[in-house]
C-alpha cells in the first residue's frame, strides 16, 4: 500500500488535536489526524473556563463556540447543606457547552483548511529511525496496512498515549482512589437552571449539578468505592436518601435522578517525564491529567497547541531546530500543568474537611488559570 507524506501527523481527533491540526492548518501545513473512532469523542468535558475562551478568540473562534453555549458567572459551593462560598466569574464568565459539540466545531472548521482526518484508524506500528534519525518517529503503519511518513508527530492520543510508549517516555497515573465518580445527563429542574451548585460532605461525598442546554443537565456523583458499591446496586432510592443529608438547594433535581443511567467515570492524575523526543511531542491527556474539580484541562491544552503551532512553524521542516525549539518552549509546560494537577490533587483530598477545602481553594487559579499572575 503506498505511503503518504505530510508535515505534521496528529494521533487522536480530541480537542487537542483537532485545535492543533486548526492552527496549522491555517498556516498551511499539509496535516492528517489519525483517529481510532468512527468520530471525534463524544464524552468529556463540559466547561470552558475564561483562559480557554480567550485562547479561542485570539483565534476568532469565541463566538462561534459562544453562541450556542450557557454562559454562567457563578459556582456556588456547600459543605454538609451549608453554602461556604461563592466562586465568581468576571468578564463575561464561563461556557458550558457538552464535549462533542466543542470538539465537532474546531473539526467542522479543519475542513476549510484542507486538514485530512483518517478515521477507524488504528496504529499498528511506530517506527523509530537510527543512525542521524535516532530518536525519531520515522514512519506511523496502520492496521489496515496505510502507511504515512511526517515531519513531526503529536501524540494527542489520550491518557494511554501509544505515541508516548512509543517514545518510551515514562508516565505515573494516580487513581483518586478514594473517590469515584458517576455521572448521569437528567431533565433540567429550575434549581438547576438558576445555578451552579457543587455540594460536598465530610463522608466523602460530592454533588454537582449544572445545566447543558436549555432542557438538559448534567450530575456528578462522586462517593467513596465501598458506598458506590452498595448504593448503586441498591438502586436511586437508596442514593437519594444519601444525597438528601448534604444537598440542600437542590431538592427539586431529585425527581429526575429516578430514570437516569449512572455512568461510571475513571479519574486519575497523570505526570510525564518529557513532553517531545527528537520529532515528536505529546498533547493534552497524553502529556497531562488533573482533577475535573480545577475545570481547567482544555483551557491549557489550547494553549498548549498554541505553543506548539508556533514552534512546529517556526522550524520549518528542520529537526535540529525543532528538538531545540520544542526543548526551549514547550518542556517548560510540564512546570505549569505541574501547578494545576497539584492544585486538583488538594481539592479533591480536602474537600470532606470545611476549613482544609477552603485553604485549599485558589479562585485565582480557579479563574484564570496559569494568566492568575498577569491579572494582578
Ligand atoms: C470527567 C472529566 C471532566 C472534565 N471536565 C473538564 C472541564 O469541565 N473543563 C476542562 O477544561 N477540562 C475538563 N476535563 C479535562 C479535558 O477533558 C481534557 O483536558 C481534554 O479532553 C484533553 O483533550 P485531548 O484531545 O487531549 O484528549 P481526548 O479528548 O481524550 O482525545 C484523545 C483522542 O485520541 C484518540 N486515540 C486514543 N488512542 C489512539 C490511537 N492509538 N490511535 C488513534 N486515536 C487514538 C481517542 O479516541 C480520542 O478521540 C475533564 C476531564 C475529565 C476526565
Redesign the pocket.
Known sequence: MATTSCDVAI????????FLALLLGRRGRHVVV????AS??SA??????PP?LRVLARHGLADLVGRHGLRRDTIRYYHDGDPIQECRFPDGGFVIRP?REL?ELIYTSCGMEGVEFWFD???ADIAMGDGEADGQVEELTLSDGRRLKAGVVIG???????IRQALGIEQRTMPYERLL?R?ATVPLSASIARLNRLYFSSDGWLTYLYPINRDQARVFVGLPPEDDREVFQDGIPTLIDELKKFVTDSSDAFNSLQGATWQR?K?SSLRVEAYHKGNAAL????AF??H?MT???????MHDAEILADVICAADGDPGLLDRLLQARYEPRKDVHRQLIDYGDALASSFRDRAAYLAAFRPDLHVYGETAAERT
Open positions: 494521533v487522536g481527533a480530541g480537542l487537542g488535536g483537532c489519525i483517529e481510532q473512532g471525534v469523542p468529556g468535558a463540559d466547561f470552558l473556563k480557554g464535549y470538539v484508524a488504528s496504529i494527542a492520543d489520550g491518557t494511554k498515549s501509544a465518580m455521572v467515570i479519574v498533547l493534552g491527556s497524553a491529567a488533573c475535573p475545570g481547567m484541562g482544555m483551557s491549557y491544552t
